[in-house]
């Protein structure tokens, strides 16, 4: 088990449900629950009982928002929730059947598994014989359990409930009837596939047991939404890939054993209509889950032109606890049901698990262009003026070496530098520096590197473009400084020039930020630097000055940056200097190399 996985915020396992259900219902006033079975009901329920068709669903709990969370206006209008990964008794379906119950009738939908479709249609049956009109549907979506082994168990039920959920409710407001709404349910089922990966198996609360881990560098594709298996193991790899494999194998006509939808008449001159579905299945932060929603569009777009997106759907529908993973559904659109399906999945609802923003139509995607070097806005081109009769020059073969100099540097430090950095900050600095070294390479060629004052702005304008951050702003302010400081004490690149430019920098950077010597912040190397080149000193010895400043950071105490939010014993006992230092001194080091390098090359 890894550190923390077995923590969970609750009162007691035997409790989790209720409670999350009684505090989900605190601030969902449209809702209500009959404790004694769990089931989330709609406040409005009797109204809507008299008015169309009524919705259940339900199953085992650990899915949220799934399927409380589509209690409500337009959806459902219960559902059942069981203990954890457990389907409910069939006393609790029964209860919410007789809760709801209408003239017009009672669909209940479940997903494919083998408790809940039993117990649900044991509730089913009963209802039947206490004369409650009602009808189930079981839905299979997954793709992941192929033919060969799913003969009889069929496709699993995974995130495409929710959409049949919220066809079906919509098409009940619309008045149809019991067998109406079941048979656009059952459309959605035929028509969907779904196939999940995820980076690690989830932690059940209250379990003694630990999950199956998988290692470092692997990832599970067709994970199950109750910790099952997936049918392979992948390397680790990044989104862009992983999110094209998982859609091609939707999609791949030639798996006969895994291919539920049919593209076979589809072309780029005769596309199909699909709707995308990516769900998150718990566990993946905001920030990475967008960047699969930014894949998953984009591959469709770029790699499959015989599809043609129509709508695109992403959020938590059907979870797995603290699952680290997402699942990618395809909903088919055929000509007869395309238009009928759109609009129901437009139609406004009221519940708390459907995102409140909804594309309701197509879009264009707007294709990258080339980098020219120049910043566009709104098609026009601009550059920045130079006034060369007053700007500084310098040797171009001299300012590219520093610069490669500089990016191979930080490259090489990075895990040194995100380590200090993981100590006692936020673990970003060495990964920072290495993007805006990166992106400083991407651009180089486009610097004007005669000029040293325009070259300086033009670094400037690049890190502030590929990272943001404190360390990102300070260097940003300091060379925009140094450029203006250049020009005013400019006619030559003497080390008097550069030394008078530092120091008009520093002079300008301490006017924004209160950092200064002993604060344990990257100003405890750039200070003692340019001090020493105001006095006179060499490159090299102001870059021994900017070292010792740095080595004292080992034993200072913090008192800005967010290591100062730590105990002053834990950032002394970690012995690491400050990682902003360090990664300053690099760069110092790595210009001082640089210019030696070019010195012994001129006296060859």
Known sequence: MTMGQGKHFMNDPSTLVSDSIQGFCYANPHVRWLPEHKVVYASNVDQVANQQVTLIAGGGSGHEPAHAGSVGDGMLTAAVCGHVFASPSASQVLAALERVQSPFGTLVIVKNYTGDCLNFGLAVERAKARGIKVAMLMVGDDTAVGRAKGTKVGRRGMAMVTLVIKCCGALATKGASLEQVAE???????????????????????????PSLLGPLEMELGMGIHNEPGWAKLPLMAAQPLVKHVLETLVDQNDQDRCYLDFSDASTQNQTDVVLLVNNLGGTPSLEFNVIVKEAVETVVTHMPHLRLKRIL?????????????????????NSKADLVLDLLDSPVYVAGWPLAVSRSTFALISPTEDDGNEKIHGKT??????????????????????????????DTEPTITSYDTLLGDGDCGKTMVYASEAIEKQRRHYPLTSTSQTLLALADTVDRSVGGTSSAIYCIFLNAL?????????????????????????SLQTYTKARVGDRTLMDALIPFVTSLEKGASLQDAVVQARLGMDATIKQV?????????????????GVPDAGAFGLVTVFEAISAAVVEDNVAAHD
């Open 184 to 210: 656009m349910g059952q459309y959605v089922i035929d028509h969907s596939a779904t196939l999940g990966v995820a980076l690690n198996h989830c932690h059940v609360p209250g379990s003694s047991s630990d």
């Open 314 to 334: 992403s959020g938590s529908f059907v979870t797995s606890l603290n699952m680290p993973g997402f699942s990618l559904s395809l909903l088919k659109l055929t």
């Open 382 to 411: 601009t550059t920045t003026n130079v006034n060369d009769e007053e700007d500084v020059q310098v040797d171009q073969f001299l300012f590219s070496k520093v610069l490669c100099k500089v990016i191979q540097a930080l490259v």
């Open 483 to 507: 450029a203006n400081g250049l020009n005013i004490y400019g006619g030559s690149t003497s080390m008097d020039t550069w030394a008078k430019a530092c120091t008009y920098a520093l002079d």
């Open 558 to 574: 913090a008192k800005l940056g967010r290591t100062s939010y730590l105990s002053d014993k834990d950032v002394q006992e970690a």
